[in-house]
């Protein structure tokens, strides 16, 4: 019989959010994944499915049963006639690429970030940029689905298409997704280009630079003109980093962290500070050149809270501009860190952000104070040395005394920065409004403040995915708080 835990705390990547499930499984086996179901049917129990816990969101949580699907993430077949390789779907993006660079294979897009899971790119619609690449979820050629009642359904353009049309941006409510099939190119090394402009100069060019670089993206710095402009293309050169630790991390964490800090009491100095680490660190041209996963990924030094909207992609110019000026008319408000510009294809998913249109992701990102440290003590915790990939083990690091199993334990862990939070709401609903008014869509996995009457009007084939999703699971089992605002 599977073992679940009691008395297991989640928290996600940022620390946003968190919940304490009821309980706790990490199953190995379909066999393992369809006895918690059972369970939860007979106690009328609600499942939610986590994979990296990266959402900035409350999208992964639960007070019910928690699935973590860790222990479920192996590569099950890779075909290198067709370049389509099957996963389970707990496989994070990190172990995947590796194993998919032993076949010269590769993912032709992907996100910031490599510590999510294959099942958790497609429950959020994780995307990244380049205008003649739809987001990574459109990779999926098949995937096999376990619903409420037990049953196994595979999913392709040629079975189950209806549910497949669903499944790919799936926000964890269709049921446990088992297995992905994704569609793979050859290995391929990126050179990236970062350089200097202004919001004028990007906006006013916006079409030449995305037919100039494949995977072109830009950084807006708030309170101020500046742009960094970023180019990401194929190329042959040698590996090479521009990476340097007394900039990147000396200045570009430590010291933004401390004058941060600092603006939490003085806010006026945000804007400062953002012109200043322009001019210290985005003023030169800088190159890098890697295999692909590696210039496409990078380390996001903060934890954050963030808001990301894919408006259609004409309406670029007006929304940064309308966001430019409400925070030059509102000098109170304050935006921390570059609002990251980016553009995708648009696709067919019933809830992709992209759905039936190129897009423009607008992510706007405030600081979150990591803030002392103070010991806690957990009654259970589950922990598992042997994967070293541990969502419990990762998320309480770091920890005093602690040994595989449960029991009690002394944990360290951070609180709010000096018993305040830092005022965002007013640039956060500034921001929303401005998205709404040009037909935005949220990224799933990121905070937003809609419900049911806006997807209805966002998404042409809401009520289709609705009434999918009333079929495949009519007691609610995967639906969770976040769920509800979006469903009812
Ligand atoms: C530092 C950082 C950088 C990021 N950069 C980007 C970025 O560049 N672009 C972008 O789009 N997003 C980005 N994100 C957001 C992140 O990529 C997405 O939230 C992604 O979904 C996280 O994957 P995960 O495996 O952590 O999923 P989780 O957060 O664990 O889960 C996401 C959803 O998928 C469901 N789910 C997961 N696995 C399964 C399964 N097997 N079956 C059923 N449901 C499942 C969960 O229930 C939940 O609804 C970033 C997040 C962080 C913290």
Same mark, same amino acid.
């Given at each position: 019989?599977? $073992? ?13 959010? *968190? ?31 986590? @994979? ?44 995947? $690429? ?12 992907? *996100? ?81 280009? +970062? ?13 030449? $630079? ?57 806010? *006026? ?35 954050? $809270? ?59 990102? %405030? ?9 806690? +003590? ?7 040395? @042997? ?47 401005? %998205?709404?008014?040009? @037909? ?49």
């Amino acid at each position: 019989q599977v $073992h679940g835990y009691k008395g297991v705390k989640f928290q996600n990547w940022a620390r946003t959010y *968190g919940c304490c499930p009821e309980m706790y499984y990490q199953p190995t086996s379909v066999e393992e994944v369809r006895e918690v179901l059972a369970l939860a049917r007979q106690q009328n129990k609600r499942v939610k499915v986590v @994979g990296g816990g990266h959402s900035p969101s409350d999208i992964a949580c639960t007070d019910g049963f928690m699935i973590h699907m860790g222990k479920m993430n192996r590569v099950l077949q890779v075909d290198t006639e067709k370049k389509q390789v099957t996963v389970e779907a707990g496989i994070l993006l990190s172990d995947l $690429h590796p194993q998919l660079g032993k076949h010269g294979l590769a993912l032709s897009n992907l *996100g910031a970030v490599s510590d999510v899971t294959a099942g958790g790119v497609i429950g959020s619609g994780t995307h990244n940029t380049g205008i003649k690449h739809g987001i990574p979820p459109t990779l999926v050629v098949a995937l096999t689905l376990l619903t409420a009642d037990g049953t196994i359904l595979e999913c392709s353009e040629s079975s189950n298409a209806e549910v497949f049309q669903a499944a790919r941006v799936h926000l964890g409510c269709l049921g446990v997704i088992l297995t992905i099939t994704l569609q793979c190119v050859p290995q391929f090394h990126l050179q990236e280009i +970062s350089f200097p402009s202004t919001l004028d100069e990007v906006l006013d060019n916006l079409d030449s $630079h995305l037919k100039k670089s494949e995977y072109f993206r830009f950084l807006w710095f708030p309170h101020s003109e500046n742009v960094s402009v970023i180019y990401q293309d194929h190329t042959n050169k040698p590996p090479s980093s521009s990476a340097n630790w007394f900039w990147d991390y000396a200045i570009g964490f430590y010291l933004l962290e401390f004058l941060l800090w600092i603006s939490s009491f003085l806010p *006026g100095l945000v804007g400062w500070i953002n012109r200043f680490f322009f001019w210290l660190l985005f003023t030169r041209k800088r190159e890098s050149s890697n295999l692909s996963h590696e210039i496409f990924t990078y380390e996001c030094r903060f934890k954050q $809270h963030v808001q990301d909207w894919a408006i259609p992609r004409e309406k670029t110019k007006e929304a940064l501009l309308e966001l430019k000026a409400v925070l030059e008319t509102h000098p109170k408000m304050v935006a921390h860190f570059p609002v990251e510009v980016r553009f995708t294809r648009g696709d067919d998913i019933l809830l992709s952000p992209c759905f039936q249109r190129d897009s423009c992701y607008m992510n706007i990102i %405030m600081y979150r104070e990591g803030g002392p440290w103070v010991a806690q +003590s957990v009654k259970h915790l589950t922990l598992d040395f @042997g994967s070293g990939r541990d969502l419990m083990v990762r998320e309480f690091e770091p920890c005093v005394g602690l040994r595989a199993g449960t029991g009690p334990y002394l944990l360290l862990l951070p609180t709010r920065p000096y018993g305040k939070d830092i005022p965002r709401l007013d640039y956060w609903l500034a921001y929303e409004t401005i %998205m709404k008014k040009v @037909g935005g869509r949220p990224h799933w996995a990121k905070a937003h403040n809609c419900t049911r009457k806006d997807f209805e009007k966002m998404y042409p084939a809401f009520t289709k995915f609705c009434a999918i999703r009333e079929k495949l699971d009519p007691t609610g089992m995967f639906l969770n708080a976040y769920l509800e605002k979006v469903f009812y």
